[in-house]
């Protein structure tokens, strides 16, 4: 059972280009999360999302950064004219389900993209 | 202001002496989680703890999750190179679909 991949692992982008950042979740899983980590930081929640739709992007910056889940294919972040601030490891985490009324709720954290803005 | 605070920062030892770490916060919750970050790798989900006073251990790995479900431990017995990494608390906030990390625990245990 393949955890969840994420695309490329590392990625080189000049100042003012895009980066795309892919996500695979886990067979079954239908919820994707994003989060951030900077250096030397904790990760910081960006968007969450679930098949065609976002449902909570509350932590992603209102400029440059988008999110997308389509019906078929994997999870892409999408970050327009990227600056050097964007460094970071980008992570994508998958669920089965919501949290709903459950006490107990596990997201599955992949790999990481670990962008860099020259 | 961090919702939740991590201590020590950074933390080095040697092998096969114990340490502590902490999670904290004003706050209480339903529910906390611990993972453990190693280099260049994802968060991975050691243990989550839902009842206040709750004990969970994991091998060499102890987890409190505190009475009034505010803060939370993680005590290593017997320290092992191998459980160097980032030791990260997180917690989900009710009624938003997401994870709040604390920043975290550096560990190095050194042989």
């Known amino acids: 059972n393949a955890g969840v991949m994420q695309n490329p692992r590392h990625l080189v982008r000049r100042r003012g280009q895009e980066a795309r950042l892919r996500c695979s979740p886990m067979k079954g899983h239908s919820h994707v999360y994003w989060y951030r980590q900077l250096p030397e930081e904790g990760l910081k929640f960006m968007v969450y999302l679930q098949k065609e739709n976002i449902i909570d992007e509350s932590g992603m910056p209102k400029e440059r950064f988008s999110a997308e889940f389509p019906k078929e294919g994997p999870s892409i972040l999408r970050i327009q004219q990227v600056v050097r601030g964007d460094s970071a490891a980008y992570f994508c985490?998958?669920?089965?389900?919501?949290?709903?009324?459950?006490?107990?709720?596990?997201?599955?954290f992949g790999p990481g993209t670990r962008l860099t803005v020259t | 202001t961090q919702l939740l605070e991590q201590s020590p920062q950074f933390l080095s030892i040697q092998e096969g002496e114990n340490l502590t770490v902490y999670c904290n916060s004003s706050s209480v919750f339903s529910s906390l989680q611990w993972y453990r970050q190693e280099p260049g790798e994802g968060p991975v989900l050691l243990v989550t703890?839902?009842?206040?006073?709750e004990v969970k251990k994991l091998k060499r790995l102890t987890f409190q999750f505190g009475d009034a479900r505010k803060d939370s431990s993680l005590h290593i017995t017997a320290a092992q190179p191998g459980d160097t990494g980032l030791y990260l608390c997180?917690?989900?906030?009710?009624?938003?679909?997401?994870?709040?990390f604390g920043q975290g625990t550096r560990l190095t245990i050194n042989p």
């Open positions: 985490a998958s669920s089965p389900s919501g949290t709903g009324r459950r006490l107990i709720y596990e997201q599955y």
């Open positions: 703890v839902v009842t206040g006073g």
């Open positions: 997180a917690v989900i906030i009710q009624g938003a679909q997401k994870l709040v």
